[in-house]
């Protein structure tokens, strides 16, 4: 039997350290949407004026929503490298070579 992987996410110092900085990425992240956002309002202000306000509220939610949802799952990416959580994982196919 195989002796158990430990990832540092299972270390609750280390595991606060490593999310902490996750947090910090989506705080960076939302303050990146916010200025995307404010850009492109401006820029469809300046190309076709206050049509609506409803594509105004439609644009900033779908950039947000697209930006923030980037922003969350390169995050998780980083998260499970940086702790090592990738390398938990048990392969049972291992030791099989493929031809």
């Known amino acids: 039997m195989a002796k ?6 299972d270390d609750p110092a280390a595991s606060a350290r490593i999310w902490a900085h996750y947090r910090r990425m989506l705080r960076w992240t939302a303050e990146l949407a916010l200025g995307i956002i404010g850009v492109v309002w401006v820029l469809l202000y300046h190309e076709f004026g206050l049509v609506s306000i409803h594509m105004y509220i439609a644009t900033a939610l ?12 390169m995050g998780l990416v980083f998260v499970s490298h940086d702790s090592g959580h990738d390398e938990t994982i048990e392969d049972p196919l291992e030791d099989e070579t493929w031809r």
């Open 4 to 9: 158990p992987r430990w990832s540092s996410l």
């Open 62 to 73: 779908g950039l947000g929503l697209m930006i923030m949802s980037i922003g969350a799952l």
